[in-house]
């Protein structure tokens, strides 16, 4: 066990090739010898750290199910390091998750918290179990059953109240991977009230916290109008100007991430994004982060440059001189335009959007990029044109070039593009 715990190249594979991982699984089952339970146990929890080949050979050896049954061993000790052995297991990927949840895991492993007071926990055995059960609410290829994660829940909004930021991080990424999914998944989690929590975890000074409290909020918030309304009535909004300034540059594209499906909701919502004052943080982000950083933000500038509400002209100026700067810029034109047209699309509000791109470079900008030699850009820009500025007498005029082995022939657009282009 000492020598497999070298931090610089623990010898997993001689010891796997002298045949000794089975006689360690063996030795699980000594109730008898206590220590030498232990001493198997962490022997184990280390090659299990490794490759996914040397934590496959664990698993073939038989070691879930004896590590399961050591969950629940009188010894605390003993307990711990079965628990980190089956998350290190649980954690190599979707089939070893599966199979120590079928392996019985999951009742063990929240057993460990039941009729007692997690805040008098011992915090060492308390984060080891978290990170376990992470583990397994982790992966998405399939992700895990519906039974399973209603097992885990309560438990994980349990450990999101502790003090422990640890503790408190741990569980939040198990939440934030429940989350990343269907909108049935979100609605599982949301029901557990633990929406609140997240929304208030994203004021922590921590940012191994706050980054997976944001995700699993960002992640709500592609749901439905009414999954992102129970964010947002939380007080979501409210956090979101100090984490469009955070030092942390992930936390800051995480907030304006999760800001810009908001924005893609219905009016209302958008409100609400001016009344908490979003507009210039999230102008300030693009700034900083320069232009490889816009495209979330263009779901939300095309919408609030509308006059279609009152409540959006005391920002109409700013973003309309940012939107148009950005339209500038040649190779961004496509997409800007394609999302601000679908999100035009939304309020109706097409016509004053074709008009901001053909008094900006916009359009001249497609035209142009009808030939360029990147496939998708210049069937987007194609596409664009002919949906969006064409008319019936020059709509058929629109030509592009269509890649014939390594050359560039223009013959007419093809009617795939009428429903307008995807990327």
């Not at 001016?274 to 300030?284: K, T, W």
């Not at 009152?310 to 973003?319: A, E, G, I, N």
């Not at 700067?325 to 997409?335: E, W, Y």
Request: one cysteine or more.
């Amino acid at each position: 066990r000492k020598m497999l715990s070298r931090e610089k190249h623990p010898p997993f594979n001689d010891i796997i090739a002298a045949g000794l991982v089975p006689e360690f699984v063996a030795c699980l089952d000594r109730d008898d010898c206590p220590l030498l339970q232990f001493e198997a146990a962490w022997a184990l929890t280390n090659i299990a750290s490794g490759t996914g080949e040397q934590t496959a050979i664990v698993v073939a050896a038989g070691a879930v199910p004896a590590l399961v049954r050591l969950v629940s061993s009188p010894h605390s000790h003993i307990s711990e390091q079965a628990v980190w052995a089956l998350g290190n297991i649980a954690g190599d990927g979707a089939e070893h998750r599966d199979l120590v949840v079928n392996s019985g895991a999951v009742g063990p492993l929240v057993a460990l918290l039941e009729n007692c007071n997690i805040d008098e926990f011992h915090v060492g055995l308390l984060r080891n179990l978290t990170w376990t059960l992470s583990n397994l609410c982790r992966n998405k290829n399939p992700a895990p059953s519906v039974t399973t994660v209603l097992m885990l829940l309560p438990t994980m909004v349990r450990l999101l109240h502790h003090a422990d930021h640890e503790i408190e991080a741990d569980a939040a990424w198990a939440l934030s991977y429940l989350t990343d999914g269907t909108n049935e998944r979100i609605h599982l989690v949301q029901a557990q009230g633990v929406t609140p929590r997240l929304v208030q975890l994203l004021g922590c000074d921590v940012p191994a916290v706050v980054t997976p409290c944001l995700r699993a909020i960002g992640n709500m918030v592609t749901g439905t109008d009414e999954q992102t309304q129970v964010v947002l009535k939380a007080g979501a909004l409210d956090m979101f100007p100090m984490l469009l300034r955070h030092p942390k540059s992930n936390i800051q594209k995480e907030a304006t991430w999760a800001v810009s499906n908001v924005a893609a909701g219905p009016i209302d919502q958008i409100e609400q994004i001016i009344a908490a004052g979003l507009v210039p943080h999230l102008i300030h982000v693009l700034d900083k982060l320069g232009q490889s950083q816009y495209l979330a933000p263009t779901w939300v500038c095309p919408i609030i440059t509308s006059d279609a509400l009152p409540s959006f002209r005391f920002v109409k100026q700013q973003l309309d001189t940012y939107f148009k700067n950005l339209l500038a810029r040649k190779d961004r034109t496509p997409v800007l335009v394609r999302c601000g047209a679908k999100a035009a699309e939304k309020i109706g509000e097409v016509e004053n959007m074709t008009l901001m791109v053909e008094e900006s470079e916009g359009l001249e900008n497609l035209e142009m990029l009808q030939m360029h030699e990147n496939e998708t850009i210049y069937k987007t820009a194609l596409a664009l044109l002919d949906k969006y500025f064409s008319t019936e007498e020059d709509g058929k005029e629109l030509v592009g070039p269509t890649v014939t082995g390594s050359l560039y022939m223009f013959t007419q657009p093809s009617n795939e593009h009428d429903g307008g282009f995807g990327f």
